[in-house]
């Protein structure tokens, strides 16, 4: 009889939720579909999450916590290379992203605030020095490189530049906005 191992569990259902919900939305995900996507019954994912908004919310968490990465007001170009990097590693966290905000208008995660307080509060203090354009509040400018940095919706426009070359616009399209 091999022992049970509550965590590896939880995390398999994490997992199997990204995808689901990634793809899905909150509405459209199944928990049958996330329980089997990680080879459990669906019985089991009432056992470690109290329902589908629960397991939502707990993936949300988890994964948008683990793409989390402070900002470098110094180096608002470099840091929306790396977020454009991240989306592209990541995808199904940047759609799960992208559900949140179309299925929760308005709703905020304490994580996501907080880490957002923060960055606005760097760029705001490299405005006052100057080494930051202050041609745009620094919540818009933050708004702005987070936008144009995790563009997740493929389009016709992404069919016509590589990956590179949409890397490359969308730094130096930060660059110029934030020069001073």
């Not at 009432?46 to 900002?71: C, H, M, N, Q, W």
């Not at 994580?111 to 405005?127: G, M, N, S, Y």
Request: charged share 25%.
């Amino acid at each position: 009889m091999s022992k049970r191992d509550p965590e590896a569990t939880r995390r398999k259902l994490l997992t199997a939720g990204l995808g689901e919900f990634a793809e899905h939305g909150i509405a459209g995900a199944r928990v049958e579909r996330i329980a089997k996507s990680a080879g459990f019954s669906a019985g089991l994912v009432y056992t470690y999450f109290t329902g589908k908004e629960d397991l939502f919310e707990s993936v949300f968490d988890t994964f948008v916590k683990r793409a989390e990465f402070p900002i470098t007001a110094d180096d608002l170009p470099g840091y929306a290379g790396r977020l454009f990097d991240a989306g592209q590693a990541d995808p199904e966290v940047v759609r799960l992203v992208e559900w949140h905000r179309l299925e929760r208008p308005g709703q905020v995660r304490p994580a996501v605030l907080e880490a957002t307080i923060a960055k606005v509060a760097a760029i705001r203090a490299a405005q006052a020095t100057g080494r930051v354009s202050a041609r745009l509040a620094a919540e818009q400018l933050l708004h702005l490189i987070v936008q144009l940095a995790t563009d997740a919706t493929p389009g016709p426009v992404h069919r016509m530049m590589n990956t590179a070359a949409r890397r490359a616009a969308v730094v130096e399209a930060v660059r110029r906005v934030v020069e001073p």
